[in-house]
């Protein structure tokens, strides 16, 4: 395959495991990095599609890593992690990351998370390159030949994720959307991220979407039921 890989652990056994399991699954370009300065650099030079990142590092933590990665790629970010707790699993996620997987893990189950994120990218792409036109949903309008939101004629900005979760509501604008289905159709289906992962995503958009994002009125939730995007929020 020729998407890019960057593997990032101090733990060297750890990483020539799951180069290993790539490599079985037809992944080429693989890059292994063994602290956070590093991985910063080289995702800098290499630009992979892919990070796996585990959080404890010799120098600087994964968090750290992540929020300095972001400033300049939006490329798809695994997190590594022996913690298990909601509360760090939410940090990793709304710093950036796309994924959280706890220690110990299954190889192949990172290979399916990683060919899960692959999925979403070709999806954005997609948008990008194939479709046509603008869609029009209240005050936002989605440019798909540029994958560009805007909200009162100004750009948003967005992440990657959160570009994909609102273009997403977008195109189903005044349909119902459950967790299950916004996890399948922008985390893939592999994926088994914690519940609180699409509300932390959707605060964000809220908070970029909505005058007043503790009261929102187009992005609402459904108790019980998921999200809806209001065509109207009159």
């Not at 992540?66 to 996620?93: A, M, P, W």
């Not at 459904?222 to 065509?231: A, N």
């Amino acid at each position: 395959m020729d998407s890019k890989i960057l593997l990032v652990d101090d733990e060297k056994d750890i990483v020539e495991l799951i180069e290993e399991v790539l490599r079985q699954d037809s992944f080429e370009n693989i890059k292994k990095v063994y602290t956070g300065m590093d991985a910063v650099q080289v995702c800098r030079e290499y630009q992979p599609d892919v990070i796996v990142l585990d959080i404890m590092l010799p120098d600087i933590d994964g968090i750290e890593v992540c929020k300095q990665i972001r400033e300049f790629s939006f490329c798809s970010i695994l997190f590594l992690s022996s913690k298990n707790d909601d509360i760090d699993k939410i940090l990793g996620l709304s710093c950036g990351g796309d994924d959280y997987i706890t220690k110990p893990f299954s190889p192949r189950e990172i290979v399916y998370r990683i060919k899960a994120q692959l999925r979403r990218q070709q999806y954005q792409s997609a948008i990008r390159t194939d479709a046509k036109g603008l869609l029009t949903v209240g005050g936002l309008v989605l440019d798909k030949e540029s994958s560009r939101i805007y909200k009162s004629g100004k750009e948003i900005d967005l992440t990657g994720r959160e570009f994909l979760l609102l273009s997403y509501l977008m195109e189903n604008a005044d349909k119902i959307i459950s967790k299950d289905r916004l996890y399948e159709q922008v985390w893939g289906e592999y994926s088994s991220i914690c519940d609180n992962t699409i509300m932390v995503h959707i605060r964000h958009i809220r908070e970029k979407i909505e005058d007043t994002p503790s009261s929102p009125k187009q992005l609402i939730t459904i108790k019980g039921l998921g999200y809806k995007l209001k065509k109207r929020t009159d």
